[in-house]
């Protein structure tokens, strides 16, 4: 009877990996594409699953569009560029994750509340079509990564591999590991993340993990400033990048973001820990409704174009216009 159970013991399967050689990525998104070019530079294949033939079409001209403007501001070459984009490749079919490494997991709903049931039946569906000692992971911010992981057959090959944005500056992931995770899944999300450059910041399995708990909560509180009429949102932003050294203000993270994505955050966080801290503030509910969700479509906390800001001049009751 052991001998039968043996058979089908993950950890008696994942044996020590050769090279890395193939990632998959579940979801092309504005993080999905940082992620797919970060690891394509290092000289890894990326393989990427997403809903349509059209929307594959639309990811890969944005990729080409990024890798354009890095040759025109950072001296990237144009045979370096092809050989980045000859890396990755987009598919719908699931079963071309066959002979991945790792599957980063990186959809973005737009549904209201979270995601775990897609994301769950997102890990189902991976599961299925790699090897046993393929290591399946999570970009999730707010979820817990043992809720995803229950989900699959092999659950201890599930980790949380959060990365921050712009991933190509960031050089961190905040890896989680939950109860059962084994040290063999751990060990090469490990030297995956070291191969494309990020440093491990291991958490302990919480809800938001540092970054998105930070980032959360001071969003909130310049809210708060900025309905109390204290500050504008320029001055705000002007204050905590000029005492805190961030490159971005409050606000335009916000708008970086996606006040959508900011928004989902608070719900995940104040829905599993029940603080009113990450309660969303009214005025980004506000936001939601108008439609001002940021950068992406134009307009947020700022006028956006071309990716440059441009400050409002109204008040809070006109959301600045």
Same mark, same amino acid.
């Given at each position: 009877m052991s001998e039968q159970l043996d058979r089908f013991s993950l950890s008696k399967n994942l044996q020590p990996m050769g090279v890395l050689q193939k990632v998959g990525l579940i979801g092309c998104g504005s993080v999905g594409q940082e992620i797919a070019l970060q690891v394509s530079q290092k000289g890894i294949e990326v393989v990427f699953i997403d809903l349509n033939d059209k929307r594959i079409k639309q990811i890969k001209q944005r990729m080409d569009a990024e890798l354009e403007s890095r040759i025109q501001k950072w001296g990237m070459t144009g045979s370096e560029k092809k050989l980045v984009l000859s890396r990755i490749k987009g598919y719908t079919d699931y079963g071309k994750l066959k002979g991945c490494n790792i599957i980063i997991e990186t959809i973005h709903s737009k549904k209201q509340g979270t995601s775990l049931d897609e994301r769950m039946e997102v890990f189902r569906k991976v599961e299925k079509v790699v090897k046993k000692e393929t290591v399946i992971t999570s970009n999730t911010a707010t979820l817990m990564i043992s809720d995803l992981a229950?989900?699959?057959?092999? #659950?201890?090959?599930?980790?949380?591999?959060?990365?921050?944005? #712009?991933?190509?500056?960031?050089?961190?992931?905040?890896?989680v590991r939950h109860a059962n995770t084994n040290d063999e899944a751990y060990d090469l999300v490990k030297k995956f993340s070291k191969m494309i450059g990020k440093k491990v910041i291991d958490c302990s399995e919480s809800p938001g993990n540092i970054s998105t708990r930070m980032i959360a909560t001071m969003i909130n509180e310049a809210c708060s400033i900025l309905m109390e009429g204290v500050a504008t949102v320029s001055n705000i932003d002007e204050v905590m990048k000029e005492a805190t050294g961030f490159e971005f203000g409050p606000f335009e993270m916000a708008d970086k973001f996606g006040v959508d994505k900011i928004h989902k955050w608070m719900q995940n966080l104040y829905h599993e820990q029940g603080d009113l801290k990450y309660k969303p503030s009214a005025i980004i509910k506000r936001m939601i409704r108008a439609k001002m969700l940021g950068l992406n479509v134009g307009e947020g906390f700022y006028y956006w174009k071309d990716g440059v800001k441009k400050p409002k001049t109204g008040g809070v009751r006109t959301l600045g216009r």
């Open positions: 229950s989900a699959l057959e092999f #659950p201890e090959r599930a980790l949380g591999m959060h990365f921050i944005s #712009p991933v190509s500056k960031i050089n961190i992931v905040e890896v």
